[in-house]
């Protein structure tokens, strides 16, 4: 599976039971806190904070997993980047107090925050994230592969595009790219960029970055405790200790937090709860946006979905509003794109192909598909793709498509669906920021192949800068046009906290679930 691009934001299969075993048995003997060093921060918060999320890492290895868990866990609250992304989608400093581009768009030169220390002590500077973006690449397996080669791919990863890094010194680092990237930046700011500590030997167990919190313990199944870091050169955090419990059960999840077990749902994934949550003067409810386009993929290499008129008349024959209020109880937003309403070209494209039974059959009729049968093959637990695939199948079959779904579970669809391109039609959400690229990549499970798209995404990404926005946005209308998939609806981010929590982020704009920020 493509690094980064972990559908849904659960684990690949490859990651799963062995490594978890390994894990448990490696834990106490692994993960003993670093020594302190002075001249750590003296803050002295005292809370502790209970977070109820969905999906439990495999690992804490991000060299050697994509799984969307990890950084939802890590990212920003144990590892830093230079800059990152806050919760309005906008690049802000952390690691990097600011930075300069060179003239040719070619060489990025970083003013390192000289405060800035791992959890060990010891300093992050140029030479440490130098030495951080290496190992990323160093590996020999597949992931480090697919993280650092095919720098002249239109879907080339941020670290292939280093061509190389130099620290000029302590504070200051160079980076230079193989060719100038509108998304370079940005990309950086999530796992691409993470700068972990060079004394770190043990990544599967015991990361060490230099964010507010270290892992100080995990039990598999069940919960990942965070502890304040010591030695923290920012401010302080608002917490001692915060707890992610993993539930299964998404009721259970709403049930832990009514009965005070947790303190926040970092996204509740049972919206017809809401309003009961809402109601209650206890909680705190918000509805924010998200990167999670969930997709109705075609399997292009099927030849009859090679037809744009099959295609069309398949967006033309699927209420995507009706669909929304029936399976996510109406939150979410329709969008009609590959594109997040936090990305700076974002345009409402739902009305592309309005739903419109009577031309889903003239398409059809003209394509000469009018006794077409389909599979549609979705993941079991994935709470909104049964229901989905429900209503989808009714629908189609008013235009006079037969579907036939099936229901299987993650991992077999992520080895038969998604590597081995057994189907034809298929939903499950895309939580990835900007991962438009996706579309891209011919090899991709869609397998949409579009020269033009590809050359629309190239201009836009290594053209002139104050070109990106348009040419992003021509290249989503394309696609679009091209109904190179249907968006069906992108998820909200629920949360739904305790009364009194203040900083807690409303919108999903990265895949952290960034505790940085929230007080009690």
Same mark, same amino acid.
């Given at each position: 599976?493509?690094?980064?691009?972990?559908?849904?934001?659960?684990?690949?299969?490859?990651?799963?039971?062995?490594?978890?075993?390994?894990?448990?048995?490696?834990?106490?003997?692994?993960?003993?806190?670093?020594?302190?060093?002075?001249?750590?921060?003296?803050?002295?918060?005292?809370?502790?904070?209970?977070?109820?999320?969905?999906?439990?890492?495999?690992?804490? /290895?991000?060299?050697?997993?994509?799984?969307?868990? &990890?950084?939802?866990?890590?990212?920003?609250?144990?590892?830093?980047?230079?800059?990152?992304?806050?919760?309005?989608?906008?690049?802000?400093?952390?690691?990097?107090?600011?930075?300069?581009?060179?003239?040719?768009?070619?060489?990025?030169?970083?003013?390192?925050?000289? %405060?800035?220390?791992?959890?060990?002590?010891?300093?992050?500077?140029?030479?440490?994230?130098?030495?951080?973006?290496?190992?990323?690449?160093?590996?020999?397996?597949?992931?480090?592969?697919?993280?650092?080669?095919?720098?002249?791919?239109?879907?080339?990863?941020?670290?292939?595009?280093?061509?190389?890094?130099?620290?000029?010194?302590?504070?200051?680092?160079?980076?230079?790219?193989?060719?100038?990237?509108?998304?370079?930046?940005?990309?950086?700011?999530?796992? @691409?960029?993470?700068?972990?500590?060079?004394? @770190?030997?043990?990544?599967?167990?015991?990361?060490?970055?230099?964010?507010?919190?270290?892992?100080?313990?995990?039990?598999?199944?069940?919960?990942?405790?965070?502890?304040?870091?010591?030695?923290?050169?920012?401010?302080?955090?608002?917490?001692?200790?915060?707890?992610?419990?993993?539930?299964?059960?998404?009721?259970?999840?709403?049930?832990?937090?009514?009965?005070?077990?947790?303190?926040?749902?970092?996204?509740?994934?049972?919206?017809?709860?809401?309003?009961?949550?809402?109601?209650?003067?206890?909680?705190?409810?918000? *509805?924010?946006?998200?990167?999670?386009?969930?997709?109705?993929?075609?399997?292009?290499?099927?030849?009859?979905?090679?037809?744009?008129?099959?295609?069309?008349? &398949?967006?033309?024959?699927?209420?995507?509003?009706?669909?929304? /209020?029936?399976?996510?109880?109406?939150?979410?937003?329709?969008?009609?794109?590959?594109?997040?309403?936090?990305?700076?070209?974002?345009?409402?494209?739902?009305?592309?192909?309005?739903?419109?039974?009577?031309?889903?059959?003239?398409?059809?009729?003209?394509?000469?598909?009018?006794?077409?049968?389909? *599979?549609?093959?979705?993941?079991?637990?994935?709470?909104?793709?049964?229901?989905?695939?429900?209503?989808?199948?009714?629908?189609?079959?008013?235009?006079?498509?037969?579907?036939?779904?099936?229901?299987?579970?993650?991992?077999?669809?992520?080895?038969?669906?998604?590597?081995?391109?057994?189907?034809?039609?298929?939903?499950?959400?895309?939580?990835?920021?900007? /991962?438009?690229?996706?579309?891209?990549?011919?090899?991709?499970?869609?397998?949409?192949?579009?020269?033009?798209?590809?050359?629309?995404?190239?201009?836009?990404?290594?053209?002139?800068?104050?070109?990106?926005?348009?040419?992003?946005?021509?290249?989503?209308?394309?696609?679009?046009? /091209?109904?190179?998939?249907?968006?069906?609806?992108?998820?909200?981010?629920?949360?739904?906290?305790?009364?009194?929590?203040?900083?807690?982020?409303?919108? %999903?704009?990265?895949?952290?679930?960034?505790?940085?920020?929230?007080?009690?």
């Amino acid at each position: 599976m493509p690094a980064g691009h972990t559908p849904a934001g659960h684990t690949p299969a490859r990651v799963l039971a062995a490594l978890l075993a390994a894990v448990a048995t490696a834990w106490l003997a692994a993960c003993a806190d670093p020594s302190p060093s002075p001249g750590g921060d003296s803050g002295a918060p005292t809370a502790s904070l209970v977070v109820g999320a969905t999906v439990e890492p495999p690992t804490f /290895d991000l060299t050697q997993s994509s799984a969307a868990a &990890i950084p939802q866990l890590l990212l920003y609250n144990v590892y830093q980047t230079l800059l990152k992304v806050d919760d309005a989608g906008q690049l802000q400093p952390l690691l990097a107090t600011g930075h300069e581009l060179s003239a040719d768009r070619l060489t990025y030169t970083f003013q390192l925050d000289p %405060a800035a220390r791992f959890a060990s002590g010891a300093p992050v500077d140029a030479a440490a994230v130098k030495a951080s973006w290496e190992r990323l690449c160093a590996p020999v397996e597949e992931a480090a592969k697919r993280r650092c080669s095919s720098p002249n791919s239109v879907v080339a990863t941020p670290l292939s595009l280093v061509d190389e890094v130099t620290a000029v010194d302590a504070t200051t680092l160079a980076v230079t790219l193989v060719r100038p990237s509108n998304s370079w930046l940005y990309d950086m700011t999530s796992s @691409a960029g993470v700068v972990i500590d060079p004394a @770190a030997d043990n990544l599967p167990v015991h990361p060490m970055g230099s964010g507010p919190y270290q892992v100080d313990s995990w039990t598999v199944g069940d919960r990942i405790v965070l502890a304040r870091n010591p030695n923290y050169w920012g401010a302080a955090p608002g917490f001692e200790q915060v707890t992610f419990r993993y539930f299964a059960d998404p009721s259970a999840m709403t049930f832990a937090l009514q009965t005070g077990d947790i303190d926040i749902i970092s996204n509740l994934t049972t919206p017809s709860s809401l309003a009961e949550l809402e109601a209650d003067p206890g909680f705190n409810a918000t *509805s924010g946006t998200s990167t999670g386009e969930v997709v109705l993929g075609f399997n292009q290499a099927r030849p009859v979905l090679q037809s744009l008129a099959v295609r069309q008349a &398949i967006n033309h024959a699927i209420d995507s509003q009706g669909l929304m /209020d029936t399976v996510w109880a109406g939150q979410g937003r329709l969008i009609g794109t590959m594109v997040a309403p936090s990305d700076p070209y974002y345009e409402d494209l739902s009305q592309t192909y309005p739903y419109d039974p009577d031309r889903a059959r003239e398409l059809l009729a003209t394509a000469g598909a009018t006794d077409l049968e389909l *599979s549609l093959r979705v993941a079991s637990d994935l709470p909104y793709a049964p229901p989905a695939a429900q209503y989808i199948a009714s629908q189609l079959a008013a235009v006079g498509i037969t579907v036939t779904v099936e229901e299987i579970d993650w991992n077999r669809w992520l080895s038969e669906v998604f590597q081995d391109g057994d189907y034809d039609l298929t939903i499950v959400a895309h939580l990835e920021p900007r /991962d438009i690229e996706r579309f891209a990549d011919p090899d991709y499970y869609w397998h949409y192949d579009s020269a033009q798209f590809r050359q629309l995404l190239t201009a836009a990404d290594q053209g002139d800068p104050a070109d990106y926005v348009a040419g992003m946005r021509q290249a989503a209308r394309l696609l679009a046009q /091209d109904a190179a998939a249907d968006w069906l609806f992108l998820l909200p981010n629920l949360v739904v906290s305790r009364a009194g929590l203040v900083g807690v982020p409303v919108n %999903a704009s990265s895949l952290s679930f960034d505790v940085t920020a929230i007080r009690p």
